[in-house]
Nanobody, 118 residues
Framework: QVQLVESGGGSVQAGGSLRLSCAVS????????IGWYRQAPGKQREAVARIEVNADVIYTDSVKGRFTVARDNAKNTMDLQMNSLQPEDTAVYYC????????????WGKGTLVFVSS
């Protein structure tokens, strides 16, 4: 029943920006913590950021100051604004619901590809 649809990916040059969106259905969105994750070629999936029910956000160190997360409870969406993109940001980006232990649920969608060229 839970569905997560990521969109907004694309190809940009280093220093450019992209805005990703995560549309969530099948749960009470306003009661959910939602995270952004990414998986680069040949690497493990890693957490990028997490937004809590109260809108507090935790960012991984590598994206602090460059990425911004916001949620819109009226639209059941969460956005990831990515600025100053670098080639190391190249990955498939996913969103997912985070449980009470801080672990993403098993609801992975297809993700959206971000490619940053130098």
């Amino acid at each position: 029943q839970v569905q997560l649809v990521e969109s907004g990916g694309g190809s940009v040059q280093a220093g450019g920006s992209l805005r990703l969106s995560c549309a969530v259905s099948g749960i009470t969105f306003s009661d959910a913590s939602i995270g952004w994750y990414r998986q680069a070629p040949g690497k493990q999936r890693e957490a990028v950021a997490r937004i809590e029910v109260n809108a507090d956000v935790i960012y991984t160190d590598s994206v602090k100051g460059r990425f911004t997360v916001a949620r819109d409870n009226a639209k059941n969406t969460m956005d990831l604004q990515m600025n100053s993109l670098q080639p190391e940001d190249t990955a498939v980006y996913y969103c997912n619901v985070v449980n009470e232990l801080g672990i993403p649920r098993d609801y992975w969608g297809k993700g959206t590809l971000v490619f940053v060229s130098s």
